[in-house]
């Protein structure tokens, strides 16, 4: 069973620019979710996809959006990039079902100048 | 809103010392309640979980229970390592929302020193 992966590592880029970044699912994981991790701060749930749906959504403004693929894996896109963006993002996929344990990819660490 | 409180830190100990780091969590729901871990440079690991009231969560000697009534899932173990030194999440999943999104305390990082 393959872990959740997710590119690239690191990215700069600068205000206004926009991203795209991307994770493969755990084998077997149908439901996929996005959190932003700010310098010593905790994950801050962005959304949720299932069977390429969106099903949830965190405090985040629309440029903030994502995709998920009919292989489970998906992308977060971000438009007009902010300096406050910077952060590490991380993916975590599940099987279907509410107490199914969500799995998390090492992150992407992105940086705004 | 939900939302979990974890002690601040850095939590500073010696080899073979007990740990304690408390977590205590608001919930309008009957919430699942996680521990993660997050190594130097790496992704969040699950170390433990708890679904429903007086559940006890066990992972590689780290324990935690959850109680309702004080609405808390505190972390113990009773001897650490130096490699438990890492940053450690307390995080809650409500059923109430349609979604299982996890809701994360700001961590709390663990230095064990030999």
């Known amino acids: 069973e393959t872990g959740v992966t997710q590119s690239p590592t690191h990215l700069i880029k600068t205000r206004g620019q926009q991203v795209t970044l991307r994770c493969s699912s755990q084998?077997?994981?149908?439901?996929v979710s996005w959190y932003q991790q700010a310098l010593g701060q905790g994950p801050q749930f962005i959304f949720q996809y299932y069977r390429e749906e969106e099903n949830g959504r965190g405090n985040f403004p629309p440029r903030f959006s994502g995709l998920q693929f009919p292989n489970y894996s998906s992308e977060l896109n971000v438009n007009a990039l902010e300096l406050d963006d910077s952060a590490l993002y991380l993916c975590?996929?599940?099987?279907?079902?509410?107490?199914?344990?969500?799995?998390f990819g090492p992150g992407t660490r992105l940086l705004v100048l | 809103g939900d939302s979990v409180t974890q002690m601040e830190g850095p939590v500073t100990l010696s080899e073979e010392a007990f740990l304690t780091i408390n977590c205590t969590y608001t919930a309008t729901g009957y919430p699942s309640l996680f521990w993660y871990v997050q190594y130097p440079g790496e992704g969040l690991q699950l170390l433990l979980k708890a679904t429903k009231a007086d559940d006890k969560g066990s992972n590689k000697g780290f324990e935690a229970t959850y109680r309702k009534e004080t609405t808390s899932f505190h972390l113990e173990k009773g001897s650490v390592q130096v490699s438990d030194s890492a940053v450690y999440f307390c995080?809650?999943?409500?059923?109430?929302?349609?979604?299982?999104?996890?809701?994360f305390g700001t961590g709390t990082r663990l230095q064990v020193f030999p």
């Open positions: 995080a809650l999943s409500d059923l109430s929302y349609n979604t299982d999104k996890l809701i």
């Open positions: 084998s077997g994981h149908n439901t």
């Open positions: 975590a996929s599940k099987r279907e079902g509410f107490q199914e344990t969500q799995y």
